[in-house]
Structures are given as structure tokens and as C-alpha cells.
């Protein structure tokens, strides 16, 4: 079973500048993550979807951060415009969400992230 | 608010040895526990997890944890460290937000194994 997927591995940018990240879950997964992880910290969720739509979005940074899952499968996060502060990898997860497969305990999984680094 | 703490931000050990990892929660109700393993430049791999059941629970590359309700702690055993372990440990609980399900994790544990 292929694994989730994601691309870049890795991005330099200058502040200011745009950048876009790409996510392919396992297939099959519903539930679909974005998390932001700091360098010496762990991971924070930014944003979940539920096939192509958004169930919770609390912890996004509204005014530069945007993410979208069209067809409910893949999905893509944007920063635009960046700041320094962005730096951080970016993971993304996806949970298998079905009958008897429900509650916290199901395990996500997770790709190997995008490390981002602004300059 | 659910939270988790590791207190432990480094810690070294001679291969061989036994590991202990801490962990504590906070959560309102029945908590749902993992621990992951991060190398570097991998994502996130699940050691093993707790919902219910045997507090003592076991895992993936010799690893296990206890659950104690008593002390909201979920810690993390090894009996034997290998080289081959050196990475970052990251405690999570699981709970509910408005789509039913979020984890929030810990600030890690970084293990170096020593030759």
C-alpha cells in the first residue's frame, strides 16, 4: 500500500515570496490533515478536511495561509505571501474514516513532509 | 483544552541500556494516547497507541508504554536500546474537535544512542 505523498521535499524562499505545497493521501482516506512543525517543537494541526470539504480550520492563519482538497483527494496548502516565522516542516496525514473505524484512536498517517525554509 | 507534556527535551543513552520516555496528558475524559517516532526527514510512524483495555500496551520495534489514569502519564519503554533507535519521540492525544477527531502532540524527545 503506497504510502501519503508529498511534494516538495524541500523549499527556500524569500519573504513576501508565494509557495505552495501538494499532498496525495492513501487511498481511500477520507479524512485528510495539514500540520505545522517548528523546528524543536511538535506538530500543530492547521487544518483537517473531510473529503473536498473543511471541518476545522481554527489554527490556520487565515490572512496568508489557504488550502484547498477540490475533488477530495489530494489537496494543496499556500502561504502568500510568506514570513520568516513560516519556516517549519509541513506535514500532511490522512486517517481512513468507515464503518467501525471511528474516533480518535484510528491512527493517522503521515508523509515525510515539506521542509520549509524563508529567507 | 487537551495538552501533553514531555519533560524531557534531550536525552542520551548508551545502546543497550533501557529507555524510559515521559509523557503526561491532560485531557477532560477518556484519553486516546500514542506515541510516534520521527527520523530525520521522515514523517511520523505510530509506536503504538491506548484507547481502552490493558493499561500496559505493546508496540512496533520492541517498544511499550503504560497507561496510568492516576498520574496522567503514558511513558514510553524500551529494555534494550539499539543504535538504530536514535530519533525524536513525540507523545499525542487524541480528541475531539468539531470533525470528530484531532491529535495534539507534544514538544518531543529527542534519543541519542551512544555507541
Known amino acids: 500500500e503506497a504510502g501519503v505523498a508529498q511534494s516538495p521535499r524541500y523549499k527556500i524562499i524569500e519573504k513576501r515570496q508565494s509557495v505552495a505545497f501538494w499532498c496525495n493521501p492513501i487511498s481511500g482516506h477520507a479524512t485528510l490533515y495539514w500540520y505545522q512543525q517548528i523546528l524543536g517543537q511538535g506538530p500543530k494541526l492547521l487544518i483537517q478536511?473531510?473529503?473536498?470539504?473543511?471541518?476545522?480550520d481554527s489554527q490556520l492563519p487565515k490572512d496568508r495561509f489557504s488550502a484547498e482538497r477540490l475533488k477530495g483527494v489530494d489537496s494543496t496548502l499556500k502561504i502568500q505571501p510568506a514570513k520568516l516565522e513560516d519556516s517549519a516542516v509541513y506535514l500532511c496525514?490522512?486517517?481512513?474514516?468507515?464503518?467501525?473505524?471511528?474516533?480518535?484512536?484510528?491512527?493517522?498517517?503521515f508523509g515525510p513532509g515539506t521542509r520549509l525554509t524563508v529567507l | 483544552a487537551q495538552s501533553v507534556t514531555q519533560p524531557d527535551i534531550h536525552i542520551t543513552v548508551s545502546e543497550g541500556a533501557s529507555l524510559e520516555l515521559r509523557c503526561n496528558y491532560s485531557?477532560?475524559?477518556?484519553?486516546?494516547l500514542f506515541w510516534y517516532v520521527q527520523s530525520p526527514g521522515q514523517g511520523l510512524q505510530l509506536l503504538l497507541k491506548?484507547?481502552?483495555?490493558?493499561?500496559l500496551v505493546q508496540g512496533i520495534k520492541g517498544f511499550e508504554a503504560e497507561f496510568k489514569r492516576s498520574q496522567s502519564s503514558f511513558n514510553l519503554r524500551k529494555p534494550s536500546v539499539h543504535w538504530s533507535d536514535a530519533a525524536e519521540y513525540f507523545c499525542?492525544?487524541?480528541?475531539?474537535?468539531?470533525?470528530?477527531?484531532?491529535?495534539?502532540f507534544g514538544g518531543g524527545t529527542r534519543l541519542m544512542v551512544k555507541p
Open positions: 496525514a490522512s486517517r481512513y474514516t468507515g464503518t467501525g473505524t471511528s474516533g480518535p484512536h484510528n491512527e493517522q498517517f
Open positions: 478536511f473531510q473529503n473536498n470539504g473543511v471541518v476545522d
Open positions: 499525542a492525544v487524541g480528541g475531539y474537535n468539531n470533525a470528530g477527531n484531532m491529535l495534539t
Open positions: 491506548y484507547f481502552s483495555g490493558d493499561t
Open positions: 485531557y477532560g475524559a477518556t484519553p486516546y
